[in-house]
Nanobody, 123 residues
Framework: QVQLVESGGGLVQAGASLRLSCTAS????????MGWFRQAPGKEREFVAA????????DYADSVKGRFTISRDNAKNTVYLQMNSLKLEDTAVYYC????????????????WGQGTQVTVSS
């Protein structure tokens, strides 16, 4: 199995930036996607961004497009989420996930999940 560990969360003011990282415990050569999701208290988990580790194709939720950038380092089995111009509504626990398949926004499709990292944006 694969273990995913997130890091980089914290408390920042609106307009600031954060860079999240997620590293997988082992490498794989099978096609896979790594994505970022977030969940605020009382709300369902929502898709943020995803990237293919075989084609580098990316996908972003409309709410973060233009502000967030997802990238990956194949050699390190690591995915990053650069978050700029953070807003109050970005406050949530952010989770990274891995899916051995094609690009998808559906949380239930992902095979492995990290434990999450808290991002809090204050005014």
């Amino acid at each position: 199995q694969v273990q995913l560990v997130e890091s980089g969360g914290g408390l920042v003011q609106a307009g600031a930036s954060l860079r999240l990282s997620c590293t997988a415990s082992r490498r794989t050569f099978t096609p896979y996607v790594m994505g970022w999701f977030r969940q605020a208290p009382g709300k369902e988990r929502e898709f943020v961004a995803a990237i293919s580790f075989t084609t580098s194709r990316t996908d972003y939720a409309d709410s973060v497009k233009g502000r967030f950038t997802i990238s990956r380092d194949n050699a390190k089995n690591t995915v990053y989420l650069q978050m700029n111009s953070l807003k109050l509504e970005d406050t949530a626990v952010y989770y990274c996930a891995m899916y051995f398949g094609v690009m998808t926004r559906v949380p239930g499709s992902y095979d492995y999940w990290g434990q999450g990292t808290q991002v809090t944006v204050s005014s």
